[in-house]
Each structure stands twice: as structure tokens, then as C-alpha cells.
Nanobody, 126 residues
């Protein structure tokens, strides 16, 4: 069992930056692939970024590539999402997720993840 708690969301002006954190419980954090997803009002949940257990491979949605960076600290049991050059269209609730049976083909699919956090709101004003 893994419990995930996101933090770091808030209100920021367009062009600004935020860093989201997701703290995980449990001693097997390092064995999980971690993902960040987001859901804007009236829209479906979408993949933002993913990172494999070792931290060596990362993947991004085209909409955030070059602006967002996912990283993890397996000692602190925490995954981060550094967001720069934020746009109003980045406004959403951001969720972190953990999964153990994630492949390069499934890392973007939320249904493949086993555990989810409660989400943190990110609002970007124009």
C-alpha cells in the first residue's frame, strides 16, 4: 500500500513557476514508476509527466515538454514536478500516481497506475 500526498500548488501569474511535491509512504517507493496527471474543469484527466523507478527515464506530454521537469528522490520518497513558463491553460488539479507495472507503452495511461494522491490545485492567471 502506498499513500501519496501532493503539495505546492497555488495561484501564479502567467510566465511564473511552481514546484509540486508528492510525498509517498511505504518502504517500496523506489520500485514504483511515478506519474503526474492533471484535470481541468470540464476536461478529461491527462498525462503530464512520468519517471521510472530508477529516475533514469522521463516522459512528458508534448504540451509541457521543455517547460516542466519531473524528478524523484528515492531517499526522501518524494517525486517533484518543476513547472516553468506557466500558461493559463496549465490551470488544473494536479495528481501524482504510482504504479509498479508500467511500461514505456503504458506510462501515459492513468488506468495503469495503482495509487493516486488527492490532488493539488494550480491556477495560472493571465
Amino acid at each position: 500500500q502506498v499513500q501519496l500526498v501532493e503539495s505546492g500548488g497555488g495561484l501564479v501569474q502567467a510566465g511564473g513557476s511552481l514546484r509540486l511535491s508528492c510525498a509517498a509512504s511505504g518502504r517500496t517507493f523506489s520500485s514504483y514508476t511515478m506519474g503526474w496527471f492533471r484535470q481541468a474543469p470540464g476536461k478529461e484527466r491527462e498525462f503530464v509527466a512520468g519517471i521510472y523507478s530508477s529516475g533514469g527515464s522521463t516522459y512528458y506530454a508534448d504540451s509541457v515538454k521543455g517547460r516542466f521537469t519531473i524528478s524523484r528522490d528515492n531517499v526522501k520518497n518524494t517525486v517533484y514536478l518543476q513547472m516553468k513558463s506557466l500558461k493559463p491553460e496549465d490551470t488544473a488539479v494536479y495528481y501524482c500516481a504510482a504504479g509498479q507495472r508500467i511500461t514505456i507503452l503504458t506510462i501515459r495511461f492513468g488506468l495503469k497506475y495503482d495509487y493516486w494522491g488527492q490532488g493539488t490545485q494550480v491556477t495560472v492567471s493571465s
